[in-house]
C-alpha cells in the first residue's frame, strides 16, 4: 500500500487564499459566502458547494502556473481516489 499525503480542499483553499494575500473575509467576499464559511473549509468541518468549487478553480486558473500546479495536484489525486 502506497503512503501519501494527499492534498485536501482545507489545504487548497487555504493556500489559495494566502496566495492572493486575502483574509478570510476578503476571500469570502470574492465567493460570496460568509467569512465563518471559508474558516470552516479550512479547518475541514465542511466543505464548498459545487458552485463554489467552481468559483475556486477560475481562481485558481487565473494564478498561472502556481494555480495550475496546485489544481492538476488536487484533481489529480481527488479522480484518483474516485476511481479506485
Do not use: C
Request: net charge positive; proline share 2%; aromatic share 4%.
Amino acid at each position: 500500500m502506497e503512503l501519501e499525503k494527499s492534498l485536501k480542499i482545507s489545504d487548497l483553499i487555504r493556500e489559495l487564499r494566502q496566495h492572493l494575500a486575502l483574509s478570510q473575509e476578503k476571500f469570502a467576499a470574492k465567493l460570496g459566502v460568509s467569512m465563518r464559511t471559508v474558516n470552516r473549509w479550512e479547518n475541514g468541518s465542511t466543505v464548498p458547494s459545487q458552485m463554489a468549487l467552481k468559483l475556486i478553480q477560475e481562481m485558481l486558473q487565473k494564478m498561472g502556473e502556481p494555480g495550475k500546479r496546485l489544481l492538476n495536484e488536487y484533481l489529480l489525486k481527488t479522480e484518483q481516489r474516485e476511481d479506485s
